[in-house]
Each structure stands twice: as structure tokens, then as C-alpha cells.
């Protein structure tokens, strides 16, 4: 299975990406990672464009094809985006599952954009403003909605491994 979670910045992907990955031992593809390690290649700098996408997709055909259940994270922000891993995960084989991700509390999404740190070397974090300017289109209502406002991160797993079908954590 692929689960392509996606969401703005600061709504907890990460986070969740990486408890379900311990929960259920998949394979946890993020393109953060990829962008970052292009960036340092010096093959090219931030804001790095589709090439880490590109990345991503093969990665995480590369691994269903393996047998990996495989959660493939990142904004996600256009339809184009979110048809390439669906169209991944058709070549492999298995079943895709869209997971957006998102804070429905404005101010505690503010307030965790404000107050995180990267954990990944040189990687520039994007602050609220331009959060709220990127180029984030409606997913088209066939995804899982996990909203992380009020809740804890075991919380968000919880309600993120209710929506997931075959996961066994």
C-alpha cells in the first residue's frame, strides 16, 4: 500500500509520518529529505522544484515493488502531484490512500510555525507568511481528513490508523 499523506507545512505530517512508520514498520519516503540532499549535491538551491517530487515517486515505486507498505510525505499541494503517486502506486501494483493532513485551529497552526525547528541540516523552514501564500489547491474529496488541532500526536495517529484500511499497527 501507498500512503500518500499531504498537507501545509506545520500541520503535523512529519510527526504522524514517522509514528506510523514505527507503528507499522513502513517504509517512510519524505521529500523534505530528498529536496535537501539535492540542495547539497549542489546540483541546485531552495526552492528546488519538481525534481524531488521526481525523486520521491521513484523511491516509493521502488520500494512497493519490494513489498514495502510505503507512506510517501510531503505538501502535496497540486492535483498533478497527488496523480504521480497515485500513478506510482498503480505501476507497482497496490493500493493508494491520500491522507490530508491539516490544523484547523489557525492560531495553534501559527504558533507551531513559529516554534519549529528543522531536523534536517540547512533545510530552510518556511515561516506563516509564506505558508499561507503557497499554491495549495483542494484535494478533490476522495482523501482521509486528519486534523491535528486539539490533539495530541498519539491522538492523530489514532484517528489517522481508524481511517487507514489494512494497517495493521
Request: hydrophobic share 45%; proline share 7%; net charge negative.
Amino acid at each position: 500500500m501507498l500512503i500518500i499523506l499531504g498537507g501545509l507545512p506545520a500541520t503535523g505530517k512529519t510527526t504522524l509520518a514517522r509514528l506510523l512508520a514505527l507503528r507499522t514498520g513502513a517504509v517512510h519516503v519524505r521529500v523534505d529529505t530528498i529536496e535537501q540532499a539535492l540542495v547539497r549535491s549542489g546540483l541546485t538551491t531552495h526552492p528546488v522544484g519538481p525534481a524531488g517530487y521526481v525523486v520521491g515517486y521513484a523511491l516509493a515505486e521502488e520500494h512497493l515493488r519490494q513489498g514495502h507498505t510505503v507512506i510517501a510525505e510531503s505538501v502535496n499541494p497540486l492535483p498533478v502531484t497527488r496523480a504521480a503517486w497515485r500513478e506510482a502506486a498503480a505501476r507497482a501494483g497496490v493500493t493508494a490512500v491520500e491522507v490530508e493532513v491539516v490544523c484547523s485551529d489557525p492560531a495553534e497552526h501559527r504558533e507551531r510555525a513559529a516554534t519549529r525547528v528543522t531536523d534536517i541540516p540547512g533545510l530552510p523552514l518556511p515561516d506563516w507568511g509564506q505558508i499561507a501564500r503557497i499554491a495549495y489547491e483542494p484535494w478533490d474529496g476522495g482523501q482521509l481528513t486528519v486534523d491535528t488541532a486539539g490533539r495530541t500526536e498519539e491522538e492523530s495517529l489514532a484517528a489517522l490508523l481508524r481511517g487507514l484500511p489494512g494497517i495493521r499497527a
